[in-house]
């Protein structure tokens, strides 16, 4: 099972850019890389997602590096808004595999003015 | 297009009792999920149906099982309540159940077990 760690906060202030690391050092070949926000009481809401190298999309963009064990999640120029926890899961859902799919514990990014 | 919803929202049981949970994917999503979330932790995975079929299953005790209809709406049911079952109960839908497919998340059914 690919178990995941990440900081468990972080802070930053409005206007900078934050990165997020999450380590995955038994990441299988099946397995994608998706980050998730949550806000309190919401469920999660999905910000990016890759397999390898770089992805990037209106919002965030996402670095992984060639052996997979890692990802950064990058937020450009974060605002009070982006405060919230952040989640990496790895796994892969057509794999059937019981429990294959795990949300690390997640970051909770506190965003200051 | 409305986003994957559940019913109830909010929901007190006690000990001992039953509880059925409900979700509606997002439409012409075929994959439903669900998770539980615990206050001060990440959603930990339960279930996958696909095409009404269970496709995977997390580490829960049997007390927990669901299902999945033709119209794709899931339930989920928890027999034998505890009091550690008291949780937000999130439901996530997909298109597919292919490696990497993105999951939309339900606002979740807050559970109190007294």
């Known amino acids: 099972l690919a178990k995941t760690t990440q900081p468990i906060s972080m802070d930053s202030y409005e206007g900078q850019e934050v990165n997020i690391t999450c380590s995955h050092n038994?990441?299988?070949?099946?397995?994608?890389i998706t980050w998730y926000q949550q806000f309190p009481s919401q469920g999660p809401r999905f910000i990016i997602q890759?397999?390898?190298t770089k992805v990037t999309n209106e919002v965030a963009s996402l670095f992984i590096p060639a052996d997979r064990k890692s990802s950064t999640l990058s937020l450009p120029r974060v605002s009070l808004s982006d405060t919230a926890v952040y989640y990496c899961?790895?796994?892969?859902?057509?794999?059937?595999?019981?429990?294959?799919?795990?949300f690390g514990q997640g970051t909770t990014l506190q965003v200051k003015p | 297009d409305a986003g994957v919803t559940q019913s109830p929202t909010h929901l007190i049981k006690t000990r001992g009792q039953h509880v059925t949970l409900r979700c509606s994917p997002i439409s012409g999503h075929k994959s439903v999920s669900w998770y539980q979330q615990v206050l001060g932790q990440g959603p930990q995975f339960i279930f996958q149906y696909y095409e009404k079929e269970e496709r995977g299953r997390g580490n829960f005790p049997d007390r927990f099982s669901a299902r999945q209809f033709p119209n794709y709406s899931s339930e989920l049911n928890v027999n034998a309540l505890l009091l550690g079952d008291s949780a937000l109960y999130l439901c996530?839908?997909?298109?597919?159940?292919?490696?990497?497919?993105?999951?939309?998340f339900g606002p979740g059914t807050r559970l109190t077990v007294t």
């Open positions: 899961l790895v796994g892969d859902l057509g794999s059937g595999n019981t429990g294959k799919l795990i």
């Open positions: 890759g397999y390898k």
């Open positions: 996530a839908s997909s298109y597919a159940r292919d490696r990497g497919a993105e999951q939309y």
């Open positions: 038994n990441i299988a070949t099946n397995d994608y």
